[in-house]
């Protein structure tokens, strides 16, 4: 019973990780886009923000996604 609970923590905290990635990616870009007026990234000064927040939003959505699935039940 003890298990149960430990592992339905770990699969929270797991989860909420995910989200956290999630919201400071999107955080990091909308912050810059207000700070520098401009919300494309791809000019050459500002490629340095896309390589922190893309990750970011990447790894959060793809984490909820894996994270999401359910577990394949063993017979």
Not at 7 to 15: D, G, H, I, S, T
Not at 35 to 49: H, R
Not at 53 to 74: C, D, E, Q, T
């Amino acid at each position: 019973m003890a298990e149960a609970n430990v592992a339905e923590f770990q699969r929270k905290v797991v989860l909420s990780f995910y989200v956290l990635l999630l919201v400071a990616g999107l955080a990091v870009y909308w912050i810059w886009g207000v700070l520098y007026d401009t919300w494309y990234p791809f000019t050459q000064g500002n490629i340095g923000v896309f390589t922190i927040y893309v990750p970011l939003i990447a790894f959060g959505i793809l984490g909820i996604l894996l994270h999401s699935r359910k577990k394949a039940s063993s017979a």
